[in-house]
């Protein structure tokens, strides 16, 4: 995956959805880890794939990894 920028997914929100930060910034509210592909692509990482967002050790997932997207 390219970039070595610092990946935060925080835990999912009360109404849903996980914000995704970069470098500190919000790129937005991902409701599916297809959402958070495309933020991740936005921001340059051209030839990003779910797959690579699952696997990558550079995003840290807070309050659940990738197949939580709901608060509990």
Do not use: H, K, N, Q
């Not at 409701?31 to 990003?48: H, K, N, Q, T």
Request: net charge negative; proline share 8%.
């Amino acid at each position: 995956m390219a970039g070595s920028l610092p990946i935060v997914i925080t835990p999912p929100s009360p109404t849903g959805g996980r914000r995704v930060r970069v470098d500190g910034e919000i790129l937005g509210l991902a409701m599916s880890l297809r959402d958070v592909v495309e933020f991740l692509r936005r921001a340059g990482m051209d030839d990003i794939t779910e797959e690579d967002v699952i696997l990558s050790g550079m995003i840290e997932w807070r309050g659940g990894g990738p197949d939580v997207w709901s608060a509990p």
